[in-house]
């Protein structure tokens, strides 16, 4: 499994628990998506606040009809103190997906390519305790997130186009189905008439 990450400050000084990011953040990949690779990049807001920005990236393996796939996450969480040992979170995250699968019905082989993007943001107030609790608060926050929006890819959209898929199939399956229907009705029709003649 191959794991890349890399870590940019983008503030005066060092940013609380930066070590602690550079300890974490690369488990990401390893952990969730058996390899890919990971970037983090922190800035300054104004004030005590700050942001900082996760980016996830695992292509896919070709398997069976898994021709090829990738699946982009981008994460940026806010971070404001609004008193104190409470900062408020608010996290904007944007999956994007590609896949392009191989298909067949009948003799007739074609494929299914398939992207898009899904937005979702979340706000929340967690407690503080010290520097080093903005990185579990943020990997918390992330990981609920992105599991959620897996969830919705999964279920969703995957469903629907699965759904749509197979109505074309059947619908294709139909199709040639009353076209041999018709076909044979002519075929009927015309022996009877030459029975007849």
């Given at each position: 499994v191959k ?7 983008l503030?005066r000084?060092?940013l609380?628990?930066l070590?602690l990011c550079n ?5 990401s990949?390893c952990?969730?998506?058996?390899g ?6 922190f800035?300054d807001?104004?004030g005590?606040?700050?942001a900082?920005?996760?980016?996830l990236?695992k292509?896919?393996?070709?398997k069976k009809?898994l021709q090829?796939?990738?699946w982009d996450?981008?994460?940026v969480v806010e ?5 104190p ?6 996290l904007?995250?944007?999956?994007m997906?590609r896949?392009s699968?191989?298909?067949?019905v ?8 398939l992207s ?9 107030e967690l407690?503080?305790s010290d520097t080093?609790a903005?990185v579990?608060n ?6 609920e997130m ?10 969703i959209y995957f469903g ?12 294709q399956?139909?199709?040639m189905?009353?076209?041999?229907d018709?076909?044979a009705?002519?075929l009927?029709?015309?022996?009877a ?5």
């Amino acid at each position: 499994v191959k794991c890349e990450h890399s870590t940019r400050l983008l503030r005066r000084e060092a940013l609380p628990s930066l070590h602690l990011c550079n300890h974490l953040v690369p488990m990401s990949p390893c952990r969730y998506y058996e390899g890919g690779a990971s970037s983090v990049y922190f800035w300054d807001l104004e004030g005590e606040s700050f942001a900082a920005c996760v980016l996830l990236k695992k292509d896919a393996e070709e398997k069976k009809k898994l021709q090829s796939g990738n699946w982009d996450a981008i994460h940026v969480v806010e971070v404001r103190p609004v008193r104190p040992k409470v900062a408020a979170y608010k996290l904007t995250t944007t999956i994007m997906l590609r896949i392009s699968t191989s298909h067949a019905v009948g003799n007739n082989p074609g494929t299914l390519n398939l992207s898009g993007s899904l937005t979702r943001q979340k706000e929340e107030e967690l407690a503080v305790s010290d520097t080093a609790a903005h990185v579990a608060n943020m990997g918390r926050l992330i990981e609920e997130m992105e599991n959620r929006m897996r969830d919705t890819v999964q279920s969703i959209y995957f469903g629907k186009t699965k759904s749509v898929v197979d109505g074309l199939y059947r619908a294709q399956g139909a199709d040639m189905s009353q076209k041999k229907d018709m076909l044979a009705a002519a075929l009927m029709s015309e022996m009877a008439l030459k029975k007849k003649g």
